[in-house]
């Protein structure tokens, strides 16, 4: 029973991480799924999780949210951009996110393509918001596009981070199981 609650653990921790690249929380869900099963799995288990782990993935997961707000954010107002220009190109990364993560299926290599086409087209939907932000705002179209090259590469930089502490926190959550 111990090693079934193992590997269903390691799965569920896989798919929410995954969620990281449509612009959702898997960060902070990898934490809930792993104190879902720390509070289900008794501490005298072969297979159970101990604090330290939980500790590890909390400061983790705070750490990857900082790096995609801070990168998100510094490459708009670097740019001057603004709060509209900001909120638009949340949504269009993650309606690009979404679209990525489907036409990223006809990249022919599997698994690796959706990846992709998510980062791509959630970071080129952060440059259309922006601009499209920052047009209806009355920008001229260079400094519109300035503040969009800035969120598309503040978007792409944030999310490649947060993704790979997320790996992070799949690999301490399997060694914390495993060890």
Request: hydrophobic share 60%; charged share 5%.
């Amino acid at each position: 029973m111990g090693i079934a609650l193992a590997i269903t653990l390691v799965l569920g921790v896989l798919v929410v991480w995954s969620l990281n690249l449509v612009g959702m929380p898997g960060n902070w869900l990898i934490l809930a799924v792993v104190l879902l099963y720390a509070t289900l799995v008794p501490s005298e288990s072969a297979f159970d999780i101990g604090s330290g782990v939980l500790i590890g993935l909390l400061l983790l997961a705070g750490i990857g949210e900082a790096v995609e707000f801070l990168a998100s954010a510094l490459g708009a107002s670097q740019a001057g951009g603004s709060r509209r220009g900001a909120v638009l190109s949340m949504i269009g990364s993650v309606v690009g996110a979404f679209v990525g993560l489907f036409a990223g299926v006809a990249i022919p290599v599997p698994l690796l393509g959706p990846v992709v086409g998510a980062l791509v087209c959630a970071s080129v939907g952060a440059l259309v918001g922006a601009v499209l932000g920052e047009q209806w705002k009355g920008q001229d179209l260079d400094q519109s596009m300035r503040v969009g090259h800035a969120a598309f590469w503040g978007r792409l930089v944030g999310t490649v981070g947060k993704i790979l502490l997320g790996a992070y926190m799949v690999m301490l959550v399997i060694a914390g199981v495993v060890f």
